[in-house]
């Protein structure tokens, strides 16, 4: 169907199917959920999962909740029976599957039997002798220490093991929230309850997923209605832009939730991201029919849509490509956004061509009245004049601020940290700060130690290897404490020798002290030791840092156990937090070959249309500046490369090379020899609704600064910067470039006169 046929026959029907889509999609949208398990933020990585599942079908899962209880009197009876309560509060929760502290700790003594597993401090809490006890046994057992009790033993830590529950992803949730209602209920007289763990920034993450999306989309509606309303003052350029944006979130949100996702951190920027994006070809198109000589309702709308087609649809294209180059990522959420992301604009332009021309065609023009977009104008003819009269001296001081942000981006580091990325008043970065500096390391980063021939660790050999990998390990940066089953080998071989916390002296001691562990039924053993002692595992308990800390810091770990257990040992990293660091460091590689792919897509692109290397060279060089001033500022304010802001220059490329489409596709046609002039009517042609277009792009995405994540905030500041900045390289870099090659070319074709 032709657009004229659309618009004289098929504009009622068309509409109607519209309205029929928005009516089907738009229930799927209102039921799209929100991730409660962050799994789309890990990397698809088939040898990384397997280990993973390995470690928790061995030893649990590693995913524990902290609560760090702080009592002014916590090794007196009030303070131990405090702990006691709450222990057993959080024990009865359905999905608990076990909680540790000191008054469910054991420690190993000498029995009629030999080493038996006993309470580390047990009731009476209000026994006379109860404090000194329970400083003796904590005395006795250092290894607690960072891990159940701080260092002044003001502060317990409750550690609360969960079950495995892969078809509940509620389970969690009912936890969390009632162990902070048991914080709420406890915490007064001067005792203070403070929750953390890989589980509380799951669920926290999903509750601020969910809060955005209740305030970012509706403020961003606002912000764009506003900006219209100011450049266009007609109801029908505020209205009939903010539709096709309304309807494009609508349809991806649906397509979205139909295709079985749920809304994650990276995920949830989709609907007020296409809001935005969405308003571009609309915006060129009420411009055009607004400014159209035609009378007839119909031919506005056709010759609106004849002018804007061909460069708005090489605009979609080279923005889906922008967002689609984000799929090399194997990040699910990554991948869902740049996908998405993508359909998206191709929503956007099918309905900015079709239904919001269908209803221009039934309303009256507004009257032109020749002071329409005034400021806009005079602001496009200063900055055309200034880029056609000095040229080089445009180039030249844009070449001197593009090399001089070009020498700050090396300074940009790699870095997730997900309780950092926070806002500093958020409950649970509170909360992990106090545990850090009161109690101990809040992020458990887990090894599995194992016999590369596959059979069991029972030499006295290895049991010193891994206490000198210990020290190593706690003598690392970062690092708080290290535990493993050698905690447990102590005990026992005190208990047996009746001396003091050390190992035995010889293969044979050491092998009837391993059977005498296993059948022991200590509890510490099932969490770090596996069946048949085959697989160890080793916890260091690290700082709240984030992965350019801990990324390091790993690759140093297994550095160390190479060179101390030698090659007949292997010590593999694994569990939730080394997921984190892993994926933070491939990210930014795979970033680097996403921004590479939409380079070569968006060239391929503006080379078909325009099939001419000087325009595709001319439309480069306003885009990459603006992306490399980008990189600048973030290298110089020490903005850091995280999930979120690796993001933008693949999702900027597009987005800004639209403007610049838009430019020389109406130069071209305008130019008769003359540069200057044809960059001057180019200026008053589409000068304005570019303008109009890419404040409501900026504005638009500064609204995401409302939002709960440093990441996505970094993202929808610098984007909006960045498309700043696009705009005016736009409208000074690129018509002095055009200029200056219009110059050049003329030079050449100079006849050479002999001398």
Request: proline share 5%.
């Amino acid at each position: 169907m032709t657009f004229r046929r659309l618009f004289e026959r098929g504009r009622g029907p068309w509409l109607a199917i519209v309205a029929l889509a928005t009516l089907a999609l738009g229930a799927r949208a209102a039921r799209v959920g929100i991730e409660h398990d962050n799994a789309s933020l890990n990397a698809v990585d088939a040898g990384q999962r397997r280990v993973y599942d390995e470690f928790k079908a061995t030893f649990g899962n590693d995913e524990d909740l902290l609560l760090a209880l702080d009592h002014p009197a916590l090794l007196d009876g009030r303070g131990l029976a405090l702990v006691d309560t709450v222990t057993r509060a959080l024990a009865a929760l359905d999905g608990v599957r076990r909680v540790w502290s000191l008054t469910t700790a054991e420690e190993l003594t000498a029995g009629a039997s030999g080493a038996e597993p006993r309470p580390l401090v047990s009731p009476p809490w209000d026994a006379p002798d109860v404090r000194m006890r329970a400083v003796a046994a904590l005395d006795r057992t250092p290894d607690l220490t960072g891990w159940l009790v701080s260092a002044d033993r003001c502060t317990a830590g409750l550690v609360i093991e969960l079950e495995e529950r892969p078809g509940d992803v509620e389970y969690r949730t009912r936890i969390i929230g009632a162990v902070r209602a048991l914080m709420v209920r406890y915490g007064r007289d001067g005792v203070t309850l403070h929750l953390t763990g890989v589980p509380v920034q799951k669920h926290d993450v999903a509750a601020y997923v969910d809060r955005d999306q209740r305030l970012l989309l509706p403020l961003a509606i606002v912000v764009l209605g506003a900006t219209l309303a100011a450049f266009f003052r007609r109801p029908a350029g505020v209205l009939v832009p903010l539709g096709v944006a309304a309807l494009t979130v609508v349809w991806t949100t649906g397509v979205y939730a139909w295709s079985g996702h749920a809304l994650n951190a990276i995920t949830s920027l989709l609907p007020p991201v296409l809001l935005v994006v969405a308003l571009a070809a609309s915006v060129h198109v009420y411009e055009m029919w607004r400014a159209a000589a035609d009378t007839d309702g119909v031919g506005r709308a056709l010759a609106a849509v004849r002018a804007i087609v061909v460069p708005a649809g090489l605009c979609a294209i080279t923005t889906s490509q922008g967002f689609a180059s984000l799929a090399v990522s194997d990040i699910p959420a990554v991948e869902q956004f740049g996908l998405f992301a993508a359909v998206g604009t191709a929503i956007a332009f099918l309905l900015g061509m079709t239904a919001a021309p269908a209803v221009l065609s039934w309303l009256r023009p507004p009257a032109r009245s020749g002071t329409e977009h005034g400021a806009t104008l005079w602001l496009l003819d200063t900055t055309s004049r200034l880029a056609t009269r000095r040229p080089g001296a445009v180039l030249v001081v844009f070449g001197i601020v593009t090399l001089l942000a070009t020498a700050a981006i090396p300074r940009i580091r790699a870095n997730t940290d997900l309780v950092g990325f926070l806002r500093a008043d958020a409950p649970l970065r509170v909360d992990t700060s106090w545990i850090d500096a009161h109690l101990g390391g809040t992020l458990p980063l887990d090894f599995v130690l194992r016999r590369r021939d596959g059979g069991p660790i029972r030499a006295l050999d290895a049991y010193r290897r891994l206490g000198a990998l210990e020290e190593a390990i706690r003598a690392r940066p970062h690092v708080a404490t290290v535990t493993s089953v050698l905690a447990v080998v102590r005990q026992v071989h005190r208990a047996e020798s009746g001396g003091a916390l050390a190992l035995p002296d010889d293969d044979a001691t050491l092998g009837d002290e391993l059977d005498l562990i296993e059948e022991s039924g200590h509890a510490l053993v099932g969490r770090f030791a596996g069946p048949e002692l085959r697989a160890l595992r080793v916890t260091a308990r690290l700082r709240a840092v984030g992965t350019a800390e801990s990324a390091p810091l790993v690759e140093a770990i297994v550095a160390d156990a190479a060179r101390i257990l030698g090659p007949a040992y292997s010590l593999v990293p694994t569990g939730a937090l080394y997921h984190v660091v892993h994926d933070s460091t491939r990210l930014v590689h795979q970033q680097v070959a996403s921004f590479a792919t939409a380079i070569v897509l968006v060239v391929l692109a503006i080379g078909l249309l325009f099939r001419s290397l000087t325009f595709t060279v001319l439309a480069l060089i306003p885009n990459v500046m603006p992306i490399l001033w980008t990189g600048g500022l973030m290298g110089a304010a020490g903005i850091e490369l995280s999930t979120g802001t690796a993001m933008i220059a693949s999702a900027v490329l597009g987005l800004v090379v639209d403007d610049t489409i838009y430019y020389l596709a109406h130069y071209r046609h305008a130019y008769r020899g003359d540069a200057a002039s044809a960059i001057h009517a180019t200026a008053r042609a589409v000068g304005a609704p570019i303008t109009a277009a890419s404040v409501s792009l900026v504005l638009g995405f500064w609204v995401g600064a409302f939002g709960s994540f440093k990441p996505t905030i970094y993202f929808s500041l610098l984007t909006g910067l960045t498309m700043i900045t696009g705009v005016v390289c736009d409208l000074l870099v690129l018509p002095a470039s055009l200029v200056v090659a219009e110059r050049m070319g003329r030079a050449r074709a100079r006849p050479v006169t002999a001398p």
